[in-house]
């Protein structure tokens, strides 16, 4: 089952939007420390040579225009991080000012996981109870708050800056029995939701060739 509605954000929502900023405002500062040890580490190999065989007069010149080549990309890229947080930290702003999001929220009635054997993480294929399966896959399970699958659970975007929060249980956990996933299935390009006709009691292997091959329009 499913349905489509718009609402204000809530505590929930709110919490995962700042830890997302803070999230921002750390990888950042590493960004910047990873930046300082690179420049470091090229200037060493570019100079140690050099040092090593006394070298002198016009050698030290290209070594010279390698560094601060070297030192002007690096702070060229760490200020263009710095102007895409700043719009980041104005996008979040607009949406804070008009907190409002849409949800796509879906009530399942069974489901299992899919072992892909390639470590890529999960992959649920839920039941919905209209005539539809679902996949779930890839990095939309990263931004969860709960475990998955649940009998209930919201798929939540704001309406503003369309910025992904993840997805929200409102039910109770379901129970997901392993099972191995046909050969060279998912393929590389393959989305991170997926709708197809039928149940979990159809043939797995023609599930996840109509989640290939014919998949249904997003909802």
């Known amino acids: 089952m499913y349905r489509r509605y ?84 104005e996008r979040e702003r607009e949406i804070l000012a008009s907190p409002q999001v849409e949800i796509e929220q879906f009530q399942c009635r069974r489901a299992i996981e899919l072992d892909t054997g390639r470590g890529e993480g999960a992959m649920f294929v839920v039941e919905l109870g209209d005539g539809r399966v679902a996949f779930l896959y890839g990095q939309m399970l990263n931004h969860t708050d ?31 029995p392993l099972v191995r996933a046909p050969r060279d299935f998912p393929p590389a390009d393959f989305d991170e939701l997926v709708f197809v006709t039928g149940t979990l009691e159809d043939d797995l292997t023609e599930l996840c060739r109509r989640a290939v091959e014919s998949p249904l329009p997003p909802p």
């Open 6 to 89: 718009t609402r204000t954000m809530n505590e929930r929502e709110r919490a995962k939007l700042r830890e997302f900023s803070e999230l921002a405002d750390a990888l950042s500062l590493l960004d910047l420390l990873w930046r300082a040890v690179f420049v470091g580490m090229a200037l060493a190999v570019i100079l140690l040579p050099v040092w090593a065989k006394g070298g002198s007069g016009w050698i030290y010149l290209p070594v010279i225009l390698g560094a601060v080549a070297i030192l002007g990309v690096s702070i060229y890229q760490y200020f263009q991080g710095q102007w895409a947080q700043a719009e980041l930290e």
């Open 146 to 176: 709960d475990d998955l699958p649940s009998t209930e659970f919201e798929l939540v975007l704001t309406k503003t800056a369309d910025v992904w929060l993840g997805i929200f249980n409102t039910g109770e956990k379901l129970d997901a």
